[in-house]
């Protein structure tokens, strides 16, 4: 977990200096939700936070949510990880196992958070992988079903093409990471399932 110390250590003096933030919503993740440039003008009426950090693996994220999360105090996590877990060799049952581990913390902050799954994204770079992600999805999403505070953003199926591809106007030149256009259409998914962290 080295690699990822010095933006964790950036991410810690960001919290440090801002929190708490009880009413916030902590967007957590990959570089994702780290490269996600646009997100409060995307989300201009809610109070959130920016707590991405690249090349992060769903296992990363729980390694270090106590360092980042906690402080914050928000009310809300969106949380956005697992393809890389998955882009390293990890089976879709150990990136659930790393799931539940996160979840066992996030239950465990005291008073409570809501938190919202975004479902791991299919991609031109990682296509090969489609099979592992959906089943990853699906085992997500059948252990949020166990969560009452807990909800599911499908972003999969939005950002396949009719030819039942990903959809590459979406995608950055690396066919990997999201373009603005991506970001547009994971802001309207999300706008649609905010009740779920708002």
Not at 117 to 140: C, E, G, M, Q, Y
Request: net charge negative; glycine share 8%; hydrophobic share 40%.
């Amino acid at each position: 977990m080295d690699w990822y110390e010095y933006e964790v250590r950036d991410l810690e003096q960001i919290t440090r200096a801002n929190a708490p933030l009880p009413d916030a919503i902590a967007f957590y993740g990959s570089s994702s939700i780290r490269l996600w440039t646009t997100l409060g003008d995307d989300f201009p009426d809610l109070p959130v936070v920016n707590l991405g950090f690249g090349g992060s693996t769903l296992e990363a994220c729980a390694y270090f949510f106590d360092r980042l999360i906690p402080p914050c105090r928000p009310r809300a996590i969106v949380f956005y990880a697992g393809d890389n877990d998955l882009g390293d060799g990890r089976s879709p049952e150990q990136v659930l196992d790393s799931f539940r581990s996160l979840r066992s913390k996030v239950v465990a902050i005291p008073g409570g958070v809501r938190f919202l799954f975004v479902s791991i994204k299919p991609s031109p770079a990682r296509w090969h992988l489609r099979d592992r992600i959906v089943k990853t999805n699906d085992l997500v999403r059948a252990e949020l079903a166990t969560w009452p505070e807990a909800g599911y953003a499908d972003v999969y199926h939005p950002m396949l093409g009719p030819d039942g591809r990903p959809r590459p106007e979406l995608f950055e030149p690396d066919m990997l990471h999201l373009n603005p256009a991506g970001y547009r259409l994971w802001t309207e998914r999300l706008s649609a399932e905010r009740a779920k962290f708002t």
